[in-house]
């Protein structure tokens, strides 16, 4: 093999000075069909250059390749389950259902048919090495990576189930920097679409028949009643709460995942589901009253709080504690049909990607994960919108003067008697209008603080 990889090495060499530099190196594997982008170049560059002088002497590359040579041999090994030397599909499908992925044997198939050289339908080591030489992927996991799907996305609502985390991430610390990544890439996209939010929360609580908003005469109210500014009343609170919600979802999701499995199994998606609602619902009765009083916040009129500290005192002095857990239930019971129908969606179009699309590569590519994404997140809104909506109007109504204090299912009654169906509904435009906005920038956010934060790099 040493003598393949020198001779690749004085290939790629086109000047013969006896080093690679980046562009030689993209090149020349783009090439021979190694490689696809400048990205995957820079990161062999950047792992294989030791001495970071900017180029990859001789030695430097073969100890690159051998380095990862081993790597590929251990992924090779965990996926052999009969140790004959070949992989085939029904190994695949096992190894990723220990990953808590479950594919059919029609998808694994699809994998191999991307890796397997002489068309045999297996792989043997010699065409997994060719394969994976310049790739920086060295195990199957990396589906679950290109797959993963509410790490890096923020539309504003924290019903999402959280990732699963492969044992590598766990161990290398990787996973508390995608979270970290995460939860910066929430704060920029929820700052980004706060004037959208407000008036969502402005429209669900005053919008009826009698007093009808729409999208611009809300925006031209809000300006006219506390300039520009008053767009992003309520942001603060909005994004101070991204931390520790997220910390707490973390926690108690590893905590239901070993209640619900035993020693050694992993998760199926049934058991991601019940646990990933429950992990939500922990989370929730955590930061609720921070939701409560980004609602009030909103909700006010300019000079009636002076921060999150005022709101809280104010609240506390005239309606006690019980005022910081209204709306709870129907919050807590909007959990179920966003998480399962978000979870139902994405798995649905995921399989029929794989099935239908995955020609060449398992990796679906940025514009499908997005799409995906946003479809579901869309889907799993729509269907507790109308919990949503009555949960913030509890949240509110003792801010409005005049309004009797109703619990869930009086509020219910009285929407549907003066507003119809229609009336549950009410604000869910700039609710879905920010949808877009908010994948696209939480998305290049999540991508740029993974690089900072060096997730990318295995």
Same mark, same amino acid.
């Given at each position: 093999?040493?003598?393949?990889?020198?001779?690749?090495?004085?290939?790629?060499?086109?000047?013969?000075? +006896?080093?690679?530099?980046?562009?030689?190196?993209?090149?020349?594997?783009?090439?021979?069909?190694?490689?696809?982008?400048?990205?995957?170049?820079?990161?062999?560059?950047?792992?294989?250059?030791?001495?970071?002088?900017?180029?990859?002497?001789?030695?430097?590359?073969?100890?690159?390749?051998?380095?990862?040579?081993?790597?590929?041999?251990?992924?090779?090994?965990?996926?052999?389950?009969?140790?004959?030397?070949?992989?085939?599909?029904?190994?695949?499908?096992?190894?990723?259902?220990?990953?808590?992925?479950?594919?059919?044997?029609?998808?694994?198939?699809?994998?191999?048919?991307?890796?397997?050289?002489?068309?045999?339908?297996?792989?043997?080591?010699?065409?997994?090495?060719?394969?994976?030489?310049?790739?920086?992927?060295?195990?199957?996991?990396?589906?679950?990576?290109?797959?993963?799907?509410?790490?890096?996305?923020?539309?504003?609502?924290?019903?999402?189930?959280?990732?699963?985390?492969?044992?590598?991430?766990?161990?290398?610390?990787?996973?508390?920097?995608?979270?970290?990544?995460?939860?910066?890439?929430?704060?920029?996209?929820?700052?980004?679409?706060?004037?959208?939010?407000?008036?969502?929360?402005?429209?669900?609580?005053?919008?009826?028949?009698?007093?009808?908003?729409?999208?611009?005469?809300?925006?031209?109210?809000?300006?006219?009643?506390?300039?520009?500014?008053?767009?992003?009343?309520?942001?603060?609170?909005?994004?101070?709460?991204?931390?520790?919600?997220?910390?707490?979802?973390?926690?108690?999701?590893?905590?239901?995942?070993?209640?619900?499995?035993?020693? +050694?199994?992993?998760? +199926?998606?049934?058991?991601?589901?019940?646990?990933?609602?429950?992990?939500?619902?922990?989370?929730?009765?955590?930061?609720?009253?921070?939701?409560?009083?980004?609602?009030?916040?909103?909700?006010?009129?300019?000079?009636?709080?002076?921060?999150?500290?005022?709101?809280?005192?104010?609240?506390?002095?005239?309606?006690?504690?019980?005022?910081?857990?209204?709306?709870?239930?129907?919050?807590?019971?909007?959990?179920?049909?966003?998480?399962?129908?978000?979870?139902?969606?994405?798995?649905?179009?995921?399989?029929?990607?794989?099935?239908?699309?995955?020609?060449?590569?398992?990796?679906?590519?940025?514009?499908?994960?997005?799409?995906?994404?946003?479809?579901?997140?869309?889907?799993?809104?729509?269907?507790?919108?109308?919990?949503?909506?009555?949960?913030?109007?509890?949240?509110?109504?003792?801010?409005?003067?005049?309004?009797?204090?109703?619990?869930?299912?009086?509020?219910?009654?009285?929407?549907?008697?003066?507003?119809?169906?229609?009336?549950?509904?009410?604000?869910?435009?700039?609710?879905?209008?920010?949808?877009?906005?908010?994948?696209?920038?939480?998305?290049?956010?999540?991508?740029?603080?993974?690089?900072?934060? +060096?997730?990318?790099?295995?």
């Amino acid at each position: 093999m040493d003598s393949l990889y020198g001779d690749l090495f004085w290939y790629l060499d086109y000047n013969e000075d +006896g080093a690679l530099d980046i562009s030689e190196l993209q090149e020349g594997l783009e090439d021979i069909g190694a490689i696809q982008s400048l990205e995957e170049a820079k990161k062999i560059f950047t792992t294989g250059d030791v001495n970071k002088d900017g180029k990859l002497d001789f030695e430097e590359f073969m100890k690159y390749l051998k380095d990862h040579e081993k790597k590929m041999k251990l992924a090779f090994k965990s996926l052999d389950k009969n140790n004959d030397g070949k992989i085939e599909a029904s190994e695949i499908v096992q190894s990723l259902q220990t990953l808590g992925l479950t594919i059919s044997e029609q998808q694994a198939e699809l994998i191999l048919q991307s890796i397997d050289a002489d068309g045999t339908m297996t792989v043997d080591w010699n065409e997994w090495r060719d394969y994976f030489l310049f790739n920086p992927v060295t195990d199957i996991e990396e589906i679950i990576r290109f797959w993963k799907h509410s790490t890096g996305i923020d539309i504003g609502d924290s019903l999402t189930i959280p990732d699963e985390f492969t044992e590598d991430e766990k161990k290398s610390g990787q996973w508390w920097r995608q979270l970290l990544a995460g939860g910066i890439a929430g704060a920029v996209s929820r700052t980004s679409t706060a004037p959208l939010d407000r008036l969502k929360i402005m429209m669900q609580v005053h919008g009826s028949k009698s007093d009808k908003m729409n999208i611009f005469g809300g925006f031209r109210q809000m300006v006219k009643e506390g300039g520009i500014r008053s767009l992003w009343r309520g942001n603060g609170t909005n994004v101070i709460k991204i931390a520790p919600e997220t910390a707490v979802k973390f926690w108690a999701y590893e905590q239901y995942k070993k209640l619900l499995t035993e020693e +050694g199994q992993k998760i +199926g998606t049934f058991e991601r589901f019940i646990s990933g609602s429950m992990a939500g619902a922990t989370a929730q009765t955590f930061i609720y009253p921070m939701e409560v009083m980004k609602t009030r916040l909103a909700v006010g009129k300019t000079g009636q709080y002076s921060g999150i500290y005022d709101c809280a005192k104010k609240i506390l002095k005239h309606e006690g504690l019980g005022a910081f857990y209204k709306g709870y239930v129907p919050n807590l019971l909007g959990i179920i049909p966003y998480a399962g129908i978000d979870l139902a969606v994405y798995e649905l179009l995921k399989s029929y990607w794989l099935d239908n699309f995955a020609k060449d590569s398992v990796n679906p590519g940025v514009m499908v994960l997005l799409g995906c994404g946003a479809l579901s997140s869309t889907c799993g809104q729509l269907a507790s919108y109308p919990l949503a909506l009555v949960r913030t109007r509890m949240q509110a109504q003792a801010m409005l003067e005049g309004s009797p204090q109703l619990n869930m299912v009086g509020l219910f009654r009285r929407i549907i008697s003066k507003e119809g169906i229609p009336g549950l509904y009410r604000g869910i435009t700039p609710n879905f209008m920010k949808v877009l906005p908010a994948v696209g920038i939480s998305y290049v956010v999540y991508e740029n603080m993974k690089q900072t934060l +060096g997730v990318t790099q295995k």
